[in-house]
């Protein structure tokens, strides 16, 4: 089976983002790349109230029939709006030089969409918000948080600001188990060759700890990557964005599920808060 990059589009600001980012991981992952678009022609909404029972019969019938052919005229409205947008998003990746992209368009929600494919998806690009969320700034998308929650690709968050090719990219790791397999995974993949490599441990800078965070190193540099290690004290998350800004990280890179106080951060609360914050792309590994 083909394995894709599958970038996730809709009507939102982020589209064009999206659309850069996954041309560029599908040219650095030598991986075809495919645009996804789910038409939800029944998106959660108080605008439509449902006043038909306290209609008489004729009437009633009268306004079913009508909303009905209104559903099916917006219906239609979606698909060819879907259907420009994927024929854009395309044309946009090939300028940026992927040769092959492809697209996709499916009735219904985004992240059953996305669990449809998922055995074919190998990197899942998405925007930090969708089209329904698209001017609250200070919000993070429903979708995003179900996809995160529900799927086990890797995902790559990307925000509003505008693709910049990474350079630095900061890897949050805890010493965990899933942190390892998470190393392991970026030392085996060509997605951040020629980019350094920040391995950062928000820990108490113990022999321990300095162990841990020396082996995460020596595995990134012996698949030939630029790798170095750094241990800070703090809160996790007030930490991870301090280092950032310090060292001009265009990408944050984590694991979904971890232990200690990064476990809390990623799968509790503070996860919302982490990619609501989120300034540059994060790319969670699962």
Same mark, same amino acid.
């Given at each position: 089976?083909?394995?894709?990059?599958?970038?996730?589009?809709?009507?939102?600001?982020?589209?064009?983002?999206?659309?850069?980012?996954?041309?560029?991981?599908?040219? #650095?992952?030598?991986?075809?790349?495919?645009?996804?678009?789910?038409?939800?022609?029944?998106?959660?909404?108080?605008?439509?109230?449902?006043?038909?029972?306290?209609?008489?019969?004729?009437?009633?019938?009268?306004?079913? *029939?009508?909303?009905?052919?209104?559903?099916?005229?917006?219906?239609?409205?979606?698909?060819?709006?879907?259907?420009?947008?994927?024929?854009?998003?395309?044309?946009?990746?090939?300028?940026?030089?992927?040769?092959?992209?492809?697209?996709?368009?499916? *009735?219904?929600?985004?992240?059953?969409?996305?669990?449809?494919?998922?055995?074919?998806?190998?990197?899942?690009?998405?925007?930090?918000?969708?089209?329904?969320?698209?001017?609250?700034?200070?919000?993070?998308?429903?979708?995003?948080?179900?996809?995160?929650?529900?799927?086990?690709?890797?995902?790559?968050?990307? !925000?509003?600001?505008?693709?910049?090719? !990474?350079?630095?990219?900061?890897?949050?790791?805890?010493?965990?188990?899933?942190?390892?397999?998470?190393?392991?995974?970026?030392?085996?993949?060509?997605?951040?060759?020629?980019?350094?490599?920040?391995?950062?441990?928000?820990?108490?800078?113990?022999?321990?700890?300095?162990?841990?965070?020396?082996?995460?190193?020596?595995?990134?540099?012996?698949?030939?990557?630029?790798?170095?290690?750094?241990?800070?004290?703090?809160?996790?998350?007030?930490?991870?964005? #301090?280092?950032?800004?310090? *060292? *001009?990280?265009?990408?944050?890179?984590?694991?979904?599920?971890?232990?200690?106080?990064?476990?809390?951060?990623?799968?509790?609360?503070?996860?919302?808060?982490?990619?609501?914050? #989120?300034?540059?792309?994060?790319?969670?590994?699962?």
């Amino acid at each position: 089976m083909t394995e894709y990059v599958m970038a996730a589009i809709d009507g939102s600001s982020f589209s064009e983002s999206v659309c850069d980012y996954a041309a560029w991981a599908s040219r #650095a992952l030598s991986t075809p790349l495919q645009f996804l678009h789910a038409v939800d022609n029944h998106p959660p909404t108080v605008e439509d109230p449902d006043l038909s029972g306290s209609l008489r019969l004729g009437a009633r019938e009268t306004l079913l *029939n009508e909303l009905a052919e209104l559903d099916e005229k917006r219906a239609r409205i979606n698909r060819e709006q879907g259907r420009l947008m994927l024929e854009e998003a395309c044309r946009r990746a090939g300028e940026k030089g992927v040769s092959d992209a492809r697209s996709r368009q499916r *009735n219904g929600t985004l992240v059953d969409t996305l669990a449809e494919y998922e055995s074919e998806t190998r990197l899942l690009v998405l925007g930090k918000r969708g089209e329904n969320a698209d001017q609250a700034s200070g919000h993070l998308g429903s979708n995003l948080e179900r996809v995160v929650r529900e799927l086990r690709r890797p995902i790559l968050m990307v !925000p509003r600001t505008g693709f910049k090719a !990474p350079e630095n990219v900061m890897i949050a790791f805890d010493g965990s188990k899933t942190a390892r397999k998470g190393v392991e995974m970026l030392a085996k993949s060509p997605l951040f060759h020629g980019v350094a490599c920040h391995v950062v441990s928000v820990s108490a800078d113990t022999a321990e700890h300095r162990m841990a965070l020396a082996w995460a190193v020596d595995v990134l540099q012996q698949a030939g990557l630029e790798a170095e290690g750094t241990i800070r004290a703090g809160e996790v998350e007030a930490t991870l964005h #301090a280092f950032e800004a310090d *060292n *001009n990280i265009d990408m944050t890179v984590m694991g979904a599920y971890g232990h200690s106080r990064i476990r809390q951060f990623l799968v509790g609360s503070t996860t919302t808060s982490m990619l609501r914050n #989120a300034h540059i792309p994060v790319l969670i590994l699962r």
